[in-house]
Nanobody, 123 residues
Framework: QVQLVESGGGLVQAGGSLRLSCGVSGRTLSIYTMGWFLHAPGKDREFVAGISWRDGLTYYADSVKGRFTISRDNAKNTVHLQMNSLKPEDTDVYYC????????????????WGQGTQVTVSS
């Protein structure tokens, strides 16, 4: 069993930055990939960024490439999402997720999810 807890969300102005964190506990050896998704009410979850838990290989949605950076600290069992140049359209609830799949961008492949953290970007 894997437990995920997000933190770091908040309210910022357009062009500002936030750093989200995801604390990971439980059976971490079962994790192959960690990902960040957004999920606004009434919409499906959308992929934002992913990282290999073991070797640190990263991949991103085109909409955030060059603005967001995903990283992990295996020793501290933590994954981060550095969010720069934020736009109002980035406003959403952001979720941390874990999967045994490799390089996946599909929410159906992620079996463990956190509770989410709210990111609000004002214009």
């Amino acid at each position: 069993q894997v437990q995920l807890v997000e933190s770091g969300g908040g309210l910022v102005q357009a062009g500002g930055s936030l750093r989200l964190s995801c604390g990971v506990s439980g059976r971490t050896l079962s994790i192959y990939t960690m990902g960040w998704f957004l999920h606004a009410p009434g919409k499906d979850r959308e992929f934002v960024a992913g990282i290999s838990w073991r070797d640190g290989l990263t991949y991103y949605a085109d909409s955030v490439k060059g603005r967001f950076t995903i990283s992990r600290d295996n020793a501290k069992n933590t994954v981060h999402l550095q969010m720069n140049s934020l736009k109002p359209e980035d406003t959403d609830v952001y979720y941390c997720a874990a999967t045994r799949s490799y390089g996946s961008k599909w929410q159906s492949d992620f079996g463990s999810w956190g509770q989410g953290t709210q990111v609000t970007v004002s214009s």
